[in-house]
């Protein structure tokens, strides 16, 4: 499974952003799929997933603000991040995940999103 993200870069308190994740190869395999994010000096945390059922869970610090969606195309899917009246704490850079049977999570490059006061 390959993953690449895009969007993100510059936005402004209180403004949105979007984030893009291209998932190709062995999309069958796959049982749910995520956004996490990583502050400078802080652990990784998963903001956001939805199942391959379309189930959606999000993270207390962002529900109601960020929405997760995937739309799918034949073997190429591609996993959405809405993110809505954005603080300046979440600056950091975001990663898509997927999550596939037997072999487990595979992590994106990242994509960098910083938010302005």
């Known amino acids: 499974v390959q993953l690449v993200e895009s969007g993100g870069g510059l936005g402004q308190a209180g403004g949105p952003l979007s984030l893009s994740c291209a998932v190709s190869g062995s999309i069958f395999s796959i049982t749910a799929m995520g956004w996490a994010r990583q502050a400078p000096g802080k652990q990784r945390e998963v903001v956001a997933s939805i199942t391959s059922g379309g189930t959606t869970n999000d993270a207390d610090a962002v529900r109601g603000r960020f929405t997760i969606s995937i739309s799918r195309d034949n073997a190429k899917n591609t996993v959405y991040l809405q993110m809505n009246s954005l603080k300046p704490e979440e600056t950091g850079v975001y990663y898509c995940?997927?999550?596939?049977?037997?072999?487990?999570?595979?992590w994106g490059q990242g994509t960098q999103v910083t938010v302005s006061s």
């Open positions: 995940s997927a999550d596939r049977r037997v072999i487990g999570r595979a």
